[in-house]
């Protein structure tokens, strides 16, 4: 018998413990373990989505999240709490989602692959600009992987020389960003998936940890991460060329989702609320979106597919703007056969025209 399926059969009895007196109460049926394949659970469609590109037919991958729901606050049955207790590995980025931190804390600890460990976040902001977020940390970023060649990238003088918007002083240090009703001290971006380059560099480690689950596909797995690396730089191409010349620089999105985005690319997000959706903003956040959404001639207000456009359109009723999807890639609606390629290079495209790049 293969060595890796004694912790499998050790998992897999906690989690018919766990789930044996939550079958009465709960619809939802555990997920089937196939004994051939390493059971990865993911905490949300991104890493469902690595896992299986990464995984390919050597992994069987389940998501707790369902299509449709919005993954920020997903709450767990018991069944699900089982399959985290049952995986052989769960991946997931602590601090994203409270109940599943709680799964994991509470039931694999040594079977879980948090992402953050592997591409530091970014620190969160709520309401407001992004301009100067995280530039320094990409810089970083760029020399540990091997993107330092990118003169478009660091030479950024147009867009940190922003004193003609009254962000810093005269000594350089940074103005306060406004009020933030949100984000906590300390808190961090998961969002990291939006940049293709970070989101290769973690598929390069989950091959590593799929590896030491299963040690007989380890080429196969080191194999596909190459691939979808090659993959996710090509689409990162396409980014750098495709905004390289635009009109504006600026972007009015529902939230400040596309940080990863926006440093990686030289473009500036201004939110209507914070890091997560369900975040109301103020009448006064409002008033100052649509002043903003004026001063930078923004013709297009973006918002979700799993978020309501109403506050979009409301805006940009007032600067008459479109409205149009930016899709933050967190979860697909139940009728979208997409892919996170093709909803990336649909969010390429509806930059190109929201921000008249040549």
């Given at each position: 018998?293969?060595?890796?399926?004694?912790?499998?059969?050790?998992?897999?009895?906690?989690?018919?413990?766990?789930?044996?007196?939550?079958?009465?109460?709960?619809?939802?049926?555990?997920?089937?373990?196939?004994?051939?394949?390493?059971?990865?659970?993911?905490?949300?469609?991104?890493?469902?989505?690595?896992?299986?590109?990464?995984?390919?037919?050597?992994?069987?991958?389940?998501?707790?999240?369902?299509?449709?729901?919005?993954?920020?606050?997903?709450?767990?049955?018991?069944?699900?709490?089982?399959?985290?207790?049952?995986?052989?590995?769960?991946?997931?980025?602590?601090?994203?989602?409270?109940?599943?931190?709680?799964?994991?804390?509470?039931?694999?600890?040594?079977?879980?692959?948090?992402?953050?460990?592997?591409?530091?976040?970014?620190?969160?902001?709520?309401d407001g600009h992004d301009h100067d977020?995280?530039?320094?940390?990409?810089?970083?970023?760029?020399?540990?992987?091997?993107?330092?060649?990118?003169?478009?990238?660091?030479?950024?003088?147009?867009?940190?020389?922003?004193?003609?918007?009254?962000?810093?002083?005269e000594g350089g240090a940074e103005t306060?960003?406004?009020?933030?009703?949100?984000?906590?001290?300390?808190?961090?971006?998961?969002?990291?998936?939006?940049?293709?380059?970070?989101?290769?560099?973690?598929?390069?480690?989950?091959?590593?940890?799929?590896?030491?689950?299963?040690?007989?596909?380890?080429?196969?797995?080191?194999?596909?991460?190459?691939?979808?690396?090659?993959?996710?730089?090509?689409?990162?191409?396409?980014?750098?060329?495709?905004?390289?010349?635009?009109?504006?620089?600026?972007?009015?999105?529902?939230?400040?989702?596309?940080?990863?985005?926006?440093?990686?690319?030289?473009?500036?997000?201004?939110?209507?609320?914070?890091?997560?959706?369900?975040?109301?903003?103020?009448?006064?956040?409002l008033a100052e979106v649509i002043e903003?959404?004026?001063?930078?001639?923004?013709?297009?207000?973006?918002?979700?597919?799993?978020?309501?456009?109403?506050?979009?359109?409301?805006?940009?009723?007032?600067?008459?703007?479109?409205?149009?999807?930016?899709?933050?890639?967190?979860?697909?609606?139940?009728?979208?056969?997409?892919?996170?390629?093709?909803?990336?290079?649909?969010?390429?495209?509806?930059?190109?025209?929201?921000?008249?790049?040549?």
């Open positions: 018998m293969n060595n890796r399926r004694v912790p499998r059969a050790l998992a897999a009895t906690s989690a018919a413990l766990l789930t044996l007196g939550a079958a009465a109460c709960s619809s939802d049926e555990p997920s089937d373990a196939d004994p051939q394949r390493v059971d990865v659970v993911t905490s949300f469609y991104p890493l469902q989505f690595l896992a299986q590109q990464v995984g390919g037919d050597a992994v069987a991958v389940s998501n707790l999240v369902k299509p449709g729901a919005e993954p920020h606050s997903v709450e767990l049955t018991p069944s699900q709490v089982g399959d985290v207790a049952g995986a052989e590995l769960i991946v997931y980025i602590k601090g994203f989602q409270p109940q599943v931190d709680e799964a994991v804390q509470q039931n694999s600890t040594d079977r879980a692959f948090d992402v953050a460990t592997v591409e530091p976040l970014l620190d969160a902001i709520g977020h995280g530039h320094e940390d990409e810089a970083g970023h760029e020399d540990e992987h091997g993107h330092e060649g990118e003169a478009g990238h660091e030479g950024e003088a147009g867009h940190e020389d922003e004193d003609e918007h009254g962000h810093e002083d306060p960003a406004e009020p933030d009703h949100e984000a906590e001290p300390g808190s961090k971006d998961p969002h990291l998936w939006l940049d293709p380059t970070r989101l290769a560099t973690v598929g390069d480690q989950l091959a590593d940890r799929l590896a030491q689950a299963d040690p007989e596909h380890a080429t196969d797995y080191t194999a596909r991460a190459k691939d979808l690396r090659g993959k996710l730089e090509q689409l990162d191409a396409e980014f750098t060329a495709g905004l390289e010349t635009c009109q504006r620089r600026e972007i009015v999105v529902s939230h400040t989702a596309f940080g990863y985005l926006t440093t990686r690319y030289q473009l500036e997000q201004i939110g209507i609320s914070g890091l997560s959706p369900e975040h109301e903003p103020s009448p006064q956040r903003e959404a004026k001063e930078h001639q923004a013709t297009t207000i973006f918002f979700e597919t799993l978020v309501s456009p109403k506050v979009a359109e409301t805006i940009a009723s007032q600067v008459g703007a479109e409205t149009a999807v930016l899709d933050p890639l967190e979860g697909f609606a139940a009728d979208n056969d997409g892919d996170y390629f093709s909803v990336m290079r649909a969010n390429l495209a509806a930059l190109q025209t929201a921000l008249d790049c040549a």
